[in-house]
């Protein structure tokens, strides 16, 4: 029987209700995860020792199964602010502190989400969204989004015009991107390798110029996880095109950028939502 795991929208109170809690099918997710041979060669770049387990499910734990967890690239345990967190559930507190220690005040790690790779990326958005647009002073900023063809699909603003995206506007200074590439389905890694495109920098309008990408070492295609646009994708198995909001491709051979992931905090925790998860399907 697959494991259904149950999400935990948070109230006002902190409390839950048992009657409107969604459920997510495992297999559904199952489905949209690392289950090919690409991905496995793709995971085993950034490391993936008990990578296995996690397609497996994960054991009850204090996070509960839509809590966004940790993941640790073997060889970062050093290098990264969350290297003795692997697998732990994140926690906001944890963001708000390494970007403490940042030039730019942001922060960013690898993590997982029921099977699926993501990255949480905090921006100091609320302190700067009213600041200069200059170097250094990053926000998030809602772009027009261009498909491959250079056609103009929208704008990132549409996701706060229509409330069926509500639960993907921009809270508590962070985002949660689906961290596949476009390009070859590689898990693009947040200053895991030290180039230009990785230094604690931030230019403004979605350039390429200045760090802070997210940055796919397969073939160097390059994110900006503060742009957020609009844009359409093909799912690779079936041909099948889907309009979503993600955050911007800034170069490299990706074709587009990479989708949001809706989450809640519950207390410090952040936990990821469902509601999109046709998204997260273009690699399978
Ligand atoms: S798979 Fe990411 S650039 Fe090729």
Not at 64 to 82: F, I, K, L, M, Q
Not at 143 to 149: N, R
Request: glycine share 10%; proline share 6%; net charge negative.
């Amino acid at each position: 029987m697959a494991r259904r795991f149950k999400l935990r929208p948070v109230g006002e109170s902190g409390s839950e209700s048992d009657d409107e809690t969604p459920f997510i099918d495992r297999r559904e997710f199952m489905r949209h995860s690392f289950n090919t041979a690409a991905g496995v060669i793709t995971v085993a770049s950034l490391g993936s020792v008990g990578f296995a387990s996690l397609l497996m499910g994960q054991a009850e734990s204090s996070g509960g199964d839509s809590a966004v967890r940790y993941w640790v690239p073997t060889g970062a345990e050093d290098t990264v602010w969350y290297g003795d967190s692997h697998l732990e559930p994140m926690t906001y507190q944890s963001f708000v502190d390494a970007a403490s220690s940042s030039s730019t005040g942001m922060a960013a790690a690898q993590g997982v989400w029921s099977g699926l790779p993501i990255n949480a990326i905090y921006v100091p958005h609320e302190e700067n969204k009213t600041a200069a647009l200059v170097e250094n002073k990053p926000r998030f900023q809602f772009l027009d989004g261009y498909a491959v063809d250079g056609g103009y699909v929208g704008s990132g603003y549409e996701m706060d015009d229509d409330s069926q995206f509500e639960p993907l506007r921009i809270h508590d200074n962070l985002i949660i991107v689906f961290s596949r590439c476009p390009h070859l389905c590689c898990i693009p890694g947040w200053q895991l390798v030290a180039n230009e495109f990785t230094a604690d920098q931030w230019f403004p309008n979605g350039t390429d110029s200045g760090g802070n990408k997210l940055f796919c070492i397969c073939h160097s295609s390059r994110f900006d996880p503060t742009v957020i646009e609009k844009n359409r994708n093909t799912n690779r198995s079936d041909g099948a095109q889907f309009e979503y909001f993600g955050i911007k491709r800034t170069g490299g051979p990706a074709p587009v950028g990479m989708p949001l992931v809706p989450f809640v905090l519950n207390g410090d925790m952040i936990e990821a939502l469902p509601d999109f998860k046709d998204w997260y399907a273009y690699c399978d």
